[in-house]
């Protein structure tokens, strides 16, 4: 069964970058899924970030677009974020997921709390 | 973007109840909707995909109904476990939105 576990730096300073990287196990990534990262501010809802494909496509959140890039490392079998110019509105548990079944998020990771701050 | 609205935004029941929450979406979305749960300090967890289809390994008592723009989730009879924040997200275009949850929680 395929697992994500994602990975990086819990503490970013404003204006800095945000790096996180969701490590896949159990399973090919090389698949005909796409992989997201999501993100959850504390207390508050949850709000797609972007997707990548195994080939590198990516699809990006229009109100984060400037300040994203998601890349994917076949060989590692994983796929990393990269958010800059980050501010306290940033703060947030961030996720990766599978997308699944009709482009749901059938698997997801654990989650990682980062928080900028300085 | 494609906005998603759930109500109620809260909701209290008790164990056995039936239960339903109302997701709607700003411009049709054909059967592109989906439903999670999420508990405390977890991630969100698939219950529903294409607006009906149950996940495997989801319990029977949720379901799903609805397409175009209303969307309803149901919990047939409330246990224990199920007190937990719902989510909605349509998967018809991107970028992909959620609603805003719904709490369910304990009467």
């Known amino acids: 069964q395929v697992q994500l576990q994602e990975s990086g730096p819990g503490l970013v300073k404003p204006s800095g970058t945000l790096s996180l990287t969701c490590a896949v196990s159990?399973?090919?990534?090389?698949?005909?899924?796409?992989w997201s990262w999501i993100r959850q501010p504390p207390g508050k809802g949850l709000e797609w970030i972007g997707e990548?494909?195994?080939?590198?496509?990516?699809n990006y959140n229009p109100s984060l677009k400037s300040r994203v890039t998601i890349s994917v490392d076949k060989s590692k079998n994983q796929f990393s974020l990269k958010l800059i110019s980050v501010t306290a509105a940033d703060t947030a548990v961030y996720y990766c997921?599978?997308?699944?079944?009709?482009?749901?998020?059938?698997?997801w990771g654990q989650g990682t709390m980062v928080t900028v701050s300085s | 973007d494609i906005q998603m609205t759930q109500s109620p935004s809260s909701l209290s029941a008790s164990v056995g109840d039936r239960v339903t929450i109302t997701c709607r979406a700003s411009?049709?979305?054909?059967?592109?909707l989906n439903w999670y749960q999420q508990k405390p300090g977890k991630a969100p967890k698939l219950l529903i995909y294409?607006?009906?289809s149950l996940q495997s390994g989801v319990p029977s008592r949720f379901s799903g109904s609805g397409s175009g723009t209303d969307f309803t989730l149901t919990i047939s009879s409330l246990q224990p476990e199920d007190f937990a924040t719902y989510y909605c997200?349509?998967?018809?275009?991107?970028?992909?939105?959620f609603g805003q949850g719904t709490k369910l929680e304990i009467k």
């Open positions: 997921a599978r997308t699944g079944y009709s482009h749901s998020f059938d698997i």
């Open positions: 159990g399973g090919s990534f090389s698949s005909t899924n796409w």
């Open positions: 990548i494909y195994h080939s590198g496509s990516t």
């Open positions: 411009q049709s979305i054909s059967s592109y």
């Open positions: 294409a607006a009906f």
């Open positions: 997200q349509q998967s018809y275009s991107t970028p992909r939105t």
